[in-house]
């Protein structure tokens, strides 16, 4: 991992109108994301985590433009991804993939292998038939499976197997980042270590960068050098994976943690059992979106909005209880 930036996003939101009627006249907004800001350096692995339904997805989509994003910005290599011409967009699709949760439904069951990890390179243009051939050779064979499946079917391979020609598939046209949305958690727990070890494997090898998007936090701290916790559209706390799992400061992340077993049976974590349901996020709660939640709510926490903060170097946090004051304001 190298200092340099390559993905910025400041601000970003993405606002789903909801529309009515025979006018369509749109009577509400789905918060979705509601101002994300992180940096990813090159060769880094980010690792985004919270519960269904927190925006993390959509943030993955929204830096591809998969969804068009309400506003903020995203820089990649330090030019701005939404303000990008036609051209300009197909360059930054070269270099930067997605990997899709659901290996069976992510690629196409007509297709034969060699034309589903060849497509991209179809799309830009690269390549002779020949070459294509031989680069989708090179590739099944980088993600562990072997060059005669080129002219098998979907069908005809597992779960992991398949996720493994979705990874060859991003990677055909030499992407510097990938944003992996839940790539592990269709998979059997053995398959999951070997997945995780591959994307390892391939960040080493073609100095890749990675967003890995997650529900399960246990999952991404082995993969992760930072970690950001998203709850209701918005990160709030990122910190470096050693960091958060030994320091977590926000109390969504420490009941997150919580539910993570340990692997030693004379050791026992106190699980947090968070009360009620995650807010809507047509009617996200005003000023901490946690306060409803949270159990070590204080006075400020529906008045004020939390800052997002470094409290440590390279420790980030929107909560006011590290501020709190001996007289409980
Ligand atoms: Fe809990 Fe208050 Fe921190 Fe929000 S700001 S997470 S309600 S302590």
Known sequence: MTNETLLEVIGLKVHFPIRKGLFSKTVGHVYAVDGVSFHLRRGETMGLVGESGCGK???GRGILRLVEPTAGSIFFEGRNVLSLS????????????IVFQDPYASLNPRMKIGQIISAPLHIHGIGTRMERRDRV????EKVGLRAEHVDRYPHEFSGGQRQRIGVARALAIQPQLIIGDEPFSALDVSVQAQVINLFKNLQNEFQ???????HNLSVVRHISDRIAVMYLGKIVEIASSDELLEHPLHPYTVALLSSIPIPNPHLKRK????????PSAITPPDHCKFHTRCPQRFGPCNQMDPEFREVAP???VACHLPFKKDDGS
Do not use: P
């Not at 036609?86 to 993939?97: D, E, P, W, Y």
């Not at 890749?208 to 997650?214: C, D, E, H, K």
């Not at 699980?271 to 995650?278: K, P, S, Y």
């Open 86 to 97: 036609q051209a300009g967009m197909k360059s930054f699709r070269c270099n930067a993939q």
């Open 208 to 214: 890749l960068s990675y967003v890995i998007i997650a």
């Open 314 to 316: 390279d420790h980030w």
């Open 137 to 140: 050779k090179f590739l099944l």
């Open 57 to 59: 997805t959509t943030v």
């Open 271 to 278: 699980r947090i059992i968070l009360e009620g349901d995650v």
